[in-house]
């Protein structure tokens, strides 16, 4: 700037010569003056920039900013509505987002409870059905048992038998002669002990 | 011609296009008034026309206006709070004037109306005696309580009030003078340098060579110009809200 301003003042004087010798496209008025400081302007512009700006602050405050508000105030309110109305319906959503988790928990527990009675039920079932089976096992065994045991006593006393034959037959076969059935049953009697 | 070419002072020259003489006074239209007239033509029309949809989602141009739009008013809401807003079509006016006068001196061949300074100067005594006027409205005289700033000792009084009358007749003066000041050195530092293009590449092959420096120059000068004049603009709304936060609270 300072470059500037000292090219300026160095010009100015070569100006107002190379102006007045040629005096060519020159305008009368400037007298070899600088031209803004030149003071028979003055008049012209100013009388010219009051008309010109007056009516451009006529102009701007009647028509332009009034309109310009008027959008910006139009758009600030219908963004704010807009606000409203999405936090409204946020709330809504909220709710229902609640009252379906609330729903979801009930469901989760009658479930639960439902399927605790199924499998109670299904286990007292089971046990009566085991209970039977257990008393109807039982039975059996027991009648087994028994079958077991008289079969075991007449086995026993087949035994008896075999070997009272049996050493009848030895002692005749060893002593020759016949021993009599009760000394032998006696005898055998008294080895098995 | 060749002295012609390269007077950086021509483009300020004033041009009566059609000569009026009201009282003895030269009134005429000139081309300083023509361009005064293609500003709020261009400044007005741009306005207009971008908001004559009054989109709620707005395009690219109605973006800027309303860009413009409330630019100012947050610097003029900033500056003197919400009572100022009633010099919002003041201000944004005075913005978009200098705006669109310093972007349009931009053109080649245009002639640069707030590189005059009585144009600025003009300007500027509107806003002083804007604050002036209602200052003294307002407050009746409790403005000149502006002049008197809180908590200087009596004594003192007597070096501060002539300081503080000065600083303020000074205002109008530095308001205009900056803005002036900056378009008239910017525009002859360009036409300098533009010059310096034509002449050397009058010399033949080896000014022609010599000739892009200046050209480089002068493409970064224009780049800086655009800057300034937006820079401007925006320096002189500023003050203006200060100037006017003043007007509505003197005592500071």
Redesign the interface.
């Known amino acids: 700037m300072f470059v500037t301003s000292a090219f300026a003042q160095e010009s100015a004087p070569a100006t107002t010569e190379g102006d007045t010798h040629s005096a060519t496209g020159v305008p009368a008025e400037a007298h070899g003056a600088f031209p803004p400081f030149d003071p028979a302007t003055f008049p012209s512009q100013l009388l010219w920039l009051a008309i010109t700006f007056g009516l451009f602050y006529l102009f701007l405050k009647r028509v332009v900013m009034p309109r310009v508000g008027g959008i910006i105030d139009v758009r600030n309110d219908r963004i704010s509505k807009d606000l409203d109305q999405a936090s409204k319906l946020k709330g809504e959503a909220d709710a229902a987002v609640a009252a379906y988790e609330q729903e979801l928990a009930e469901a989760k527990k009658n479930a639960n409870s439902i399927g605790q009675q199924a499998t109670d039920a299904a286990k007292a079932e089971a046990d009566t059905a085991r209970k039977k089976i257990e008393a109807a096992l039982d039975q059996k065994l027991g009648e087994a048992e028994a079958r077991i045991a008289s079969i075991k006593a007449s086995a026993m006393k087949e035994v008896g038998g075999i070997a009272e034959d049996t050493a009848s037959e030895i002692v005749e076969a060893l002593v020759g002669g016949k021993a009599s059935k009760a000394e032998v049953a006696a005898a055998v009697k008294s080895v098995a002990r | 011609m060749a002295?012609?070419k390269v007077?950086?002072?021509?483009q300020?020259?004033?041009?009566?296009l059609i000569p009026?003489n009201i009282g003895g006074?030269?009134?005429?239209?000139?081309n300083?008034?023509l361009f005064?007239?293609a500003?709020?033509v261009v400044?007005?029309g741009f306005?207009?026309l971008t908001?004559s949809s009054?989109?709620?989602v707005?395009g690219r141009l109605?973006s800027v206006?309303?860009m413009a739009?409330?630019f100012v008013g947050n610097m003029l809401r900033d500056a003197a709070g919400t009572q100022g807003m009633k010099f919002?079509?003041?201000v944004?006016?005075l913005f978009?004037?200098v705006l669109v006068a310093n972007l349009l001196g931009l053109f080649p061949y245009f002639f640069t109306?707030t590189?005059?300074?009585?144009?600025t100067f003009?300007?500027a005594i509107?806003v002083i005696a804007t604050v002036i006027v209602y200052g003294f409205m307002k407050h009746g005289l409790g403005f000149l309580k502006l002049f008197v700033p809180k908590g200087v000792p009596l004594v003192m009084m007597v070096l501060v009030v002539p300081i503080e009358v000065i600083s303020f007749v000074s205002r109008p003066v530095s308001l205009s003078v900056r803005l002036?000041?900056?378009m008239?050195?910017?525009h002859?530092?360009l036409k300098?340098f533009s010059g310096f293009v034509v002449s050397l590449s009058a010399l033949g092959a080896l000014g022609i060579a010599g000739s892009i420096l200046p050209l480089a120059m002068a493409v970064a000068l224009t780049a800086l110009e655009l800057l300034v004049a937006l820079l401007q603009a925006y320096v002189f709304a500023v003050l203006t809200c200060m100037y006017l936060n003043d007007a509505l609270h003197p005592s500071h």
């Open positions: 002295a012609d007077d950086p002072i021509h300020f020259h004033i041009i009566k009026i006074y030269d009134l005429s239209f000139t300083s008034a005064m007239v500003t709020v400044a007005a306005l207009f908001t009054r989109s709620l707005p109605q206006s309303e739009y409330e919002f079509p003041l944004f006016s978009m004037f109306i590189s005059h300074i009585i144009v003009g300007l509107l002036f000041a900056n008239l050195a910017g002859i530092t300098v």
